[in-house]
């Protein structure tokens, strides 16, 4: 068989993952961390290239990893136009797009810049795999209230793809032919319902949905509208203040799930009441994306960092239960999606889709 050496690279808003695959098989993985300090010089998240990209080459330089040996590269998506699920190769236009951030600034914006740096270097390819601006969602799910605001499919897009096909996979059913519910809990949290291989509805992380470890999820409009102008705040304060310091850690001071479990266990009743509110709204997000398929649901999933919670997975399903049943698979694997989803293309089973 065919041996394929694929770099797969994932920012995040404080880390960047790398992984070297052969085929499916992992040699290695690292967490790059960055500390805020360390990112507090750069204004924009491009600013950030040149300072990622030299701990990549490090890390690759550690690994002894043979630039000339890789296949491919592959990078997390971040928030480009509306598109549809798949692999895409890395173009020009997609840099313009990642660069400037033209849906938001995302920490993922900097994966296919990344991939494509390190990929020009040994002339191979560069793709992003089911980035966050995957978009399938129905005409009556984009309606809200404000025509000039409409509800917009951002999520965790790689995770859940790839969670909904290993379910495909272990329950040995046609992916096209399940509907499921699925849900990322993690720093952000993602609510989705997914039909016919299409994720119908979502909800955003970063504006919509319940609230979670670090961000605010759907507000009172009444109240947020006062506290912009309340002269207190800059539109960048209001920003940090919804997606980074909401949720978790603007109640509890920690968005760190154990913490908040330890002083649960230690007769923290403000803990124990949080935590709860977010399992709650994370049941009834789930009951509402039930309802967008008249309740005909064949599982509820749950993945992502906060599934390894016994606590939160068992108060989130003794709400949903009735529902379908929960399958939970705690953790993602963003780095494996992606060297899957490179894959595919490099051995011809998939077109890699053109970004325009
Ligand atoms: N065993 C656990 N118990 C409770 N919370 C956990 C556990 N493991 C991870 N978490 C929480 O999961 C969240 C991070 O999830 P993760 O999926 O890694 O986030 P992201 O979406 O940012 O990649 C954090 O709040 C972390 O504290
Ligand atoms: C923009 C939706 C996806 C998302 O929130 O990703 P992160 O949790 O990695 O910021």
Do not use: W
């Not at 173009?91 to 033209?102: A, F, P, Q, S």
């Not at 923290?268 to 709204?281: G, W």
């Not at 039930?290 to 989130?316: C, F, H, P, R």
């Not at 293309?345 to 077109?351: K, M, P, S, Y």
Request: net charge neutral.
């Amino acid at each position: 068989m065919q041996q394929y050496k694929i770099l797969a690279i994932n920012p995040g808003s404080t880390s960047t993952k790398i992984a070297v695959y052969t085929n499916e098989k992992i040699n290695f993985e690292q967490v790059i961390r960055h500390s805020l300090d360390e990112l507090k010089p750069f204004a924009k998240i491009y600013d950030q290239y040149d300072y990622r990209l030299q701990l990549v080459e490090k890390a690759l330089a550690d690994y002894h990893v043979d630039m000339e040996s890789l296949a491919a590269v592959v990078g997390r998506g971040g928030p480009l136009k509306p598109l549809a699920s798949g692999t895409y190769e890395v173009n020009e236009t997609m840099i313009e797009d990642l660069k400037r951030g033209v849906q938001t600034e995302h920490a993922s914006n900097l994966g296919g810049i990344l991939a494509k740096g390190i990929a020009d270097q040994v002339n191979i390819p560069a793709f992003i795999v089911d980035p966050v601006s995957v978009d399938e969602l129905q005409p009556l799910a984009r309606i809200s209230g404000l025509p000039d605001v409409p509800r917009r499919s951002l999520f965790h897009a790689l995770n859940l793809k790839a969670v909904a096909h290993r379910v495909a996979k272990d329950l040995n059913k046609n992916y096209d032919e399940l509907t499921l519910i699925l849900i990322h809990l993690g720093s952000g949290i993602s609510v989705g319902v997914q039909k016919n291989g299409k994720m119908i509805d979502v909800t955003n992380p970063n504006d919509l949905g319940p609230f979670s470890p670090e961000r605010a999820g759907a507000v009172p409009s009444y109240g947020l509208i006062n506290l912009c102008f309340s002269g207190k705040y800059t539109i960048e304060d209001i920003k940090k203040k919804l997606i980074g310091n909401a949720g978790l850690l603007a109640h509890l001071g920690t968005s760190n799930g154990r913490d908040v479990e330890d002083r649960i266990a230690a007769g923290d009743s403000k803990a124990a009441l949080v935590y709860e509110a977010m399992a709650y709204q994370v049941a009834k997000e789930i009951g509402a994306m039930a309802t967008v398929v008249n309740g005909q649901v064949d599982g509820i999933v749950l993945t992502g960092g906060l599934a390894y919670s016994a606590m939160l997975v068992k108060m989130i399903t003794a709400r949903i239960k009735f529902i379908a049943p929960v399958i939970v698979y705690p953790g993602e694997d963003e780095l494996k999606a992606l060297a899957e989803g490179a894959l595919r293309v490099l051995r011809g089973e998939e077109q890699p889709k053109v970004y325009k």
